[in-house]
């Protein structure tokens, strides 16, 4: 199978990370289209988790048999995961309070986006570590031990 997981997750790495960013700079300056362009960057983020995911659910396989420690493999997974509902999560509350359901708590949304980015950053180290550390993937790569 094509690496296609290391190619994704820079996209949500780097649109999640901005629809936070774009949160935190509407409190000051723009809010409106601060707001906006976080929605948008939000959706997108999301719609490149999803994909990563996917992409990384199937990569586990051909790396859980290539001598990568497994207690790594599986913090990177469910950080990945946790991140992918932090930011479902965050994408649902940001459509109820546009809808007008809940009122806008400008310190909720801020708050769990800057969780999320915690995690998905914890999550992104894990991945590099995998790679960097363990060769996941790396053909030819000699693995460390555990």
């Known amino acids: 199978m094509h690496p296609i997981h290391p190619m994704l997750v820079h996209f949500p790495i780097a649109l999640l990370s901005a629809a936070v960013f774009f949160d935190l700079l ?20 999301f719609a490149g988790s999803l994909a990563a ?6 990569a586990e396989e051909a790396v859980e048999h290539s001598g990568v420690p497994e ?8 950080l990945g995961f946790a991140t992918f509902w932090i930011f ?3 994408l649902g509350w940001r459509l109820v309070t ?5 009122g806008e708590q400008r310190a909720v949304s801020v708050g ?4 999320g980015v915690v995690v998905l950053l914890v999550a992104s180290y894990y991945g590099g ?8 993937g790396v053909t030819g790569y000699p ?4």
């Open 112 to 115: 769990l986006g800057i969780v």
């Open 129 to 136: 570590s995998l790679v960097y550390d363990y060769g996941a």
């Open 71 to 78: 207690s790594v493999l599986e913090l990177h997974e469910g």
């Open 88 to 90: 479902l999560g965050l």
């Open 26 to 45: 509407g409190g000051k300056w723009r809010p409106e289209e601060c707001r906006i362009a976080g929605l948008y960057t939000l959706v997108l983020g």
């Open 143 to 146: 693995t460390k031990a555990p």
């Open 98 to 102: 546009g809808i007008g359901f809940v």
């Open 53 to 58: 995911v996917v992409s990384g659910h199937m």
